[in-house]
């Protein structure tokens, strides 16, 4: 298994540029999340989707779109890049979801660093 | 929010000691997860340990949870300079997985 894999792993753009991050994995997980890291902090959370088709919003969702139309994809879009978007930005994935929580770890890309100037 | 707060901010200590991390958190939840991340790398897992679980081993790790105080700890025996990295809580409840903003360890050799 490849597990999670993120591209591209380096992104420069330029401020009102849109793009997309792109996350698969090939572990047949429910779950998918998608995290921005910011230096010197934790992870926050951007969204997340429960299985195919369903997606929300998590801590910090302004400015990001997501979709879900398969098990293994979990794209990321940026709407019109802005500095504040500057970051590192993690997918991560787990086996299953239930109502009370994961019931798996999560397992993460490598992460792709953006920068916008 | 329901962040978990990892405490200390930054640890730094003496190959062969131990190292002990804390995280509190604000609301109930039903898993509690440590993880760790090596400067510019992914996070990997450590331990996932349940709301209805007091204590977890796995290697030199040992997790505690109590759910009265809203805190766990999380304890590496007999560090190593490879240990030195950032570490994480992260708590879920529900369908969101929050993080705290990470303990940075250093073990010097």
């Known amino acids: 298994n490849a597990g999670v894999t993120q591209t591209p792993k380096f992104q420069v753009l330029k401020t009102g540029q849109s793009m997309t991050l792109q996350c698969a994995q090939d572990?047949?997980?429910?779950?998918m999340s998608w995290y921005r890291q910011d230096p010197g902090m934790g992870l926050r959370l951007i969204h997340y989707?429960?299985?195919?088709?369903?997606?929300d919003q998590g801590e910090v969702p302004n400015g990001y779109n997501v979709s879900r139309s398969t098990t293994e994809d979990f794209p990321l879009r940026l709407l019109s890049a802005a500095p504040s978007q500057t970051s590192v930005y993690f997918c991560?994935?787990?086996?299953?979801?239930?109502?009370?929580?994961?019931?798996?770890?999560?397992?993460f890309g490598p992460g792709t660093r953006l920068t916008v100037l | 929010s329901q962040q978990g707060e990892e405490d200390p901010q930054a640890l730094s200590i003496q190959e062969g000691e131990n190292a002990t991390m804390n995280c509190s958190y604000k609301?109930?939840?039903?898993?509690l997860q440590w993880y760790r991340q090596n400067s510019g790398r992914g996070l990997v897992h450590l331990i996932l340990?349940?709301?209805?679980?007091r204590e977890k081993h796995s290697g030199r790790l040992r997790v505690t949870l109590d759910t009265s105080k809203k805190s766990s700890s999380l304890l590496i025996t007999a560090s190593r300079a490879a240990d030195t990295a950032s570490y994480f809580c992260?708590?879920?409840?529900?369908?969101?997985?929050?993080f705290g903003p990470g303990t940075s360890l250093s073990v010097i050799p």
């Open positions: 991560a994935s787990s086996l299953t979801w239930a109502f009370g929580g994961l019931t798996d770890t999560q397992y």
């Open positions: 340990i349940r709301s209805n679980e």
């Open positions: 572990m047949n997980h429910e779950y």
């Open positions: 609301t109930s939840i039903n898993n």
């Open positions: 992260a708590t879920d409840r529900y369908d969101k997985v929050i």
């Open positions: 989707s429960v299985g195919a088709g369903i997606t």
